[in-house]
């Protein structure tokens, strides 16, 4: 059984930071992409940033300068430095792995930033 385990969310008020790791264990082989993805209420899921196994990365043009994504490959483990934190970025984050053809969710942990 493959599971992520997400940690690091909470509550912070604005213009704090907060670091997200998710790590990933068992059964799995092969990581390709890892990333985190977010959603609000009545919003759809959204990426956040992500990073390919060579090193590739995507951010969300709203956390560009803000949000910084990092691996450690040793460990299957994904972070995202989360700094400069906006009320809009408040939502549940959740840690997606690809790993050969098949996408892995975290349960997601939730992010609440006040203003």
């Known amino acids: 059984q493959v599971q992520l385990v997400e940690s690091g969310g909470g509550l912070v008020q604005t213009g704090g930071s907060l670091r997200l790791s998710c790590a990933a264990s068992?059964?799995?082989?092969?990581?390709?992409?890892m990333g985190w993805y977010r959603q609000t209420p009545g919003e759809r899921r959204e990426l956040v940033a992500q990073?390919?196994?060579?090193?590739?990365?995507d951010y969300a043009a709203s956390v560009l300068g803000r949000f910084t994504i990092s691996r450690d490959n040793a460990k299957n483990t994904v972070y995202l430095q989360m700094n400069s934190l906006k009320p809009e970025d408040t939502a549940v984050y959740y840690c997606?792995?690809?790993?050969?053809?098949?996408?892995?969710w975290g349960q997601g942990t939730q992010v609440t930033v006040s203003s």
């Open positions: 997606r792995v690809v790993a050969s053809f098949t996408v892995y």
């Open positions: 990073m390919t196994s060579g090193g590739r990365t």
């Open positions: 068992g059964s799995i082989f092969s990581i390709n992409t």
